[in-house]
């Protein structure tokens, strides 16, 4: 049963540039979330896409921007790098729930895409 | 928003017993509790989740009090493998669900 599988593992842009990371959801899941974490921090919620269409956002300004595809597969991309945006990103899958009151999806994480920009 | 909060770190000693505590004052009726570990430069791995009472899995227990506003994750017999961050979540899933800044174990030899 395949994970969670992220690309690439290691990504070094400089200011300015955009970037674009690809996320394979674990078999059976039909949800991708992505989340950003700093060094020393928690993973902060950027976005959840569901049906190909995003669902959920945190607050995160429009230069990240998101997109998933009819197998699921989810790509985030970042434009206008600014030395901030260096982290760990995260995507994680879950299967879509009934929405009731007695279902929580749980997230399998990805191992994560280490940006740094410079 | 369900806010917690969690000792920034504890250490421990191999083949002892951990508690993690974590407070969650504004809990909400439809939230749920969860537990990840996460490892240097890898994503969180789910740990346990519990709505009330106690869940016990084969990894670790989750004992939460009938008000709910806290829950404790107990770690058996810890080993040095066991050394990472913990994270106590309270949501329902997606943005309502955030992430702290976790619990530092170091277990000690």
């Known amino acids: 049963d395949a994970g969670v599988t992220q690309s690439p593992t290691h990504l070094i842009k400089t200011r300015g540039q955009q970037v674009t990371l690809r996320c394979s959801p674990k078999s059976g899941h039909d949800t991708v979330s992505w989340y950003q974490q700093a060094l020393g921090q928690g993973p902060q919620f950027i976005f959840q896409y569901y049906e190909e269409e995003e669902r959920q956002r945190g607050n995160f300004p429009d230069r990240f921007s998101g997109h998933q595809f009819p197998n699921y597969s989810s790509e985030l991309n970042v434009n206008a790098l600014l030395l901030g945006d260096s982290a760990l990103y995260l995507c994680?899958?879950?299967?879509?729930?009934?929405?009731?009151?007695?279902?929580?999806?749980?997230?399998?994480f990805g191992p994560g895409t280490r940006l740094l920009v410079l | 928003l369900a806010k917690t909060t969690q000792p920034i770190s504890m250490d421990s000693y191999e083949g002892q017993e951990v508690n993690i505590t974590c407070s969650h004052n504004?809990?909400?009726?439809?939230?749920?509790i969860t537990w990840y570990q996460q490892f240097p430069s890898q994503g969180p791995r789910f740990i346990i989740q519990?709505?009330?009472t106690k869940v016990t899995n084969e990894v670790a227990s989750l004992f939460i009090p009938a008000d709910r506003k806290s829950s404790t994750l107990s770690l058996p017999r810890v080993s040095l493998s066991d050394t990472a961050v913990y994270y106590c979540?309270?949501?329902?899933?997606?943005?309502?669900?955030?992430f702290g800044a976790g619990t530092r174990l170091f277990v000690k030899a």
């Open positions: 504004n809990i909400a009726t439809n939230d749920y």
């Open positions: 519990g709505y009330k």
């Open positions: 994680a899958s879950s299967l879509e729930g009934t929405g009731g009151f007695e279902v929580w999806e749980t997230q399998y």
């Open positions: 979540l309270v949501g329902t899933g997606g943005f309502k669900t955030i």
